[in-house]
């Protein structure tokens, strides 16, 4: 489920297959974007759809280690997607994904305004905001090591609104109210944006998404060690959609970390 890399015999150099021509060409964009927005990796060579990146030293992020400095580089990064990459063509269709899933999961119909999920803008989202994703480089900077493909490819969710990215990093990062509302509140004081009231509908859909994908994932591979961290992370997703299904007005609900 991932694209093709190669590290160079020094250890210095990622070489990443990030597609041929023009598509290419966009995700090559979309890193020198972000990496002069200082959130990541310079990327150097394009070549016969390979692009190449400095190998960061560092540690990844991890959900039990969330300080105050990581709350505000992840609304900063989300604040920075949200004006850079905004007003794309095309859009993702949540609403159908999320009935389709939670009817799958639970065998309840379920009732999603689309409204609810219309974009505010359409934005590339990143898409992948799990702690993973991220490292703490020596130096202590958190950067994004993998931000420029995802968001506009063969998976979900497409070009959408950017409270996408806001309910992955509260999702995948375990943010408690008062770390979410922290969060949040730094990315409304960067764009001006308040996504309080489209937030609570990208959460269900997030966590329908994802626990429909590692799911599936998890019934289709034979290593043991793989197949137990996606069941893990599915039904961790799984908890989280069955939490906010009652929630039919999609309020805001508690978010605790379902284990």
């Known amino acids: 489920m991932e694209r093709v890399k190669f590290l160079s015999g020094d250890r210095k150099r990622l070489f990443k297959f990030e597609g041929y021509g023009k598509f290419g060409r966009a995700v090559w964009e979309r890193n020198r974007a972000i990496a002069r927005a200082g959130f990541g990796p310079e990327p150097t060579t394009f070549s016969n759809g390979f692009i190449s990146y400095p190998w960061i030293e560092g540690r990844p992020g991890l959900a039990n280690r969330v300080s105050e400095s990581l709350l505000v580089r992840l609304a900063d990064y ?145 290593d043991a060690s793989e197949k137990e961290r996606l069941t893990h992370d599915y039904k961790r997703y799984r908890s989280y959609a069955e939490a906010m299904l009652p929630e039919s007005s999609f309020k805001l609900p508690v978010l605790t970390s379902p284990r």
């Open 78 to 222: 989300c604040a920075f997607r949200a004006e850079e990459f905004r007003g794309c063509a095309g859009q993702a269709r949540p609403p159908e994904m999320v009935r389709c899933n939670l009817e799958e999961e639970f065998g309840v119909d379920a009732e999603v305004e689309e409204s609810r999920l219309d974009p505010r803008v359409a934005t590339i989202v990143d898409g992948h905001m799990q702690p993973h994703e991220w490292v703490q480089s020596e130096d202590g900077l958190w950067l994004k090591v993998d931000g420029g493909s995802h968001g506009d490819d063969h998976f979900y969710p497409g070009p959408t609104d950017i409270a996408w990215d806001l309910a992955g990093a509260i999702i995948e990062w375990e943010l408690d109210p008062q770390a979410t509302e922290h969060f949040l509140g730094r990315y409304r004081a960067r764009t001006g944006d308040s996504p309080t009231s489209r937030l609570p509908a990208y959460l269900l859909a997030y966590a329908a998404f994802r626990l429909g994908y590692c799911k599936m994932a998890a019934e289709s591979v034979s």
